[in-house]
């Protein structure tokens, strides 16, 4: 089975910063016969389900403001928010959907400073 | 409006048995592969289950043989039928929909509470 690891666990960050979030998975989730990487992100505000934000790494989903960014590939993913707002403080997630069993990581909390 | 709806949560005794149910409206269900991801209280995310389009069927290790999940198109409705419940499977659990038959999930439900204890 894949196993997804985050960092930071946390982060704290003032309002129209730059926020950073890794993911790294056990082994590669890119498919060489697509040139994809099967990784995405979501958003979770407390007491709400998960939102999706990207797909395929990089792939923004439809409506999520674009200060919101994915990259990597292979094993090492990053997720930015350029420009963080107040609106989005939540939770993160990665989550590999390359095989199954798919696995979602830990989750990295993000407050403002 | 993508609209996905759970229920069937409550509290049960260890060993007791459940059936989840989501009701879906505003897209066409048989469409779509269909999933269910359970978060324990103060924890992450946890893939349960998946069925695609055509009725395949595939499940969590932590599930399998217990869980079983299905659907029906003509009523728009996903359903996790749940025996022989554990502690451990406390948890919110949520549809969600499959955009691409991907295994990624691009709505999600509210979620609906199961409680395990005696």
């Known amino acids: 089975d894949i196993v997804m690891t985050q960092s930071p666990d946390s982060l704290s960050v003032s309002l129209g910063e730059r926020v950073t979030i890794n993911c790294k998975s056990s082994?590669?989730?890119?498919?060489?016969?697509?040139?994809?990487?099967?990784l995405a992100w979501y958003q979770q505000k407390s007491g709400q389900p998960p939102t999706l934000l990207i797909y395929?790494?990089?792939t923004r989903e439809s409506g999520v403001p674009d200060r919101f960014s994915g990259s990597g590939s292979e094993t090492d993913f990053t997720l930015t928010i350029s420009s963080l707002q107040a609106e989005d403080v939540a939770v993160y997630y990665c989550?590999?959907?390359?095989?199954?069993?798919?696995?979602f990581g830990p989750g990295t909390r993000v407050e403002i400073k | 409006e993508v609209q996905l709806l759970e229920s069937g949560g409550g509290l049960v005794q260890p060993g007791g048995s459940l059936r989840l149910s989501c009701a879906a409206s505003?897209?066409?269900?048989?469409?779509?592969?269909m999933t269910w991801v359970r978060q324990a209280p103060g924890r992450g995310l946890e893939w349960v289950s998946s069925?695609?389009?055509?009725?395949?069927?595939s499940y969590g290790d932590s599930v399998k043989g217990r869980f079983t999940i299905s659907r029906d198109n003509s009523k728009y409705m996903l359903y996790l039928q749940i025996n022989n419940l554990r502690a451990e499977d406390t948890a919110v659990y949520y549809c969600?929909?499959?955009?691409?038959?991907?295994?990624?999930?691009?709505?999600w439900g509210q979620g609906t509470l199961v409680t395990v204890s005696a």
């Open positions: 969600a929909r499959d955009p691409n038959g991907d295994f990624y999930f691009d709505n």
């Open positions: 505003g897209f066409t269900f048989g469409g779509y592969a």
């Open positions: 069925i695609t389009r055509g009725g395949d069927t």
């Open positions: 082994q590669s989730v890119f498919y060489s016969s697509n040139n994809k990487n099967y």
């Open positions: 395929w790494a990089s």
């Open positions: 989550q590999q959907h390359y095989t199954s069993p798919v696995s």
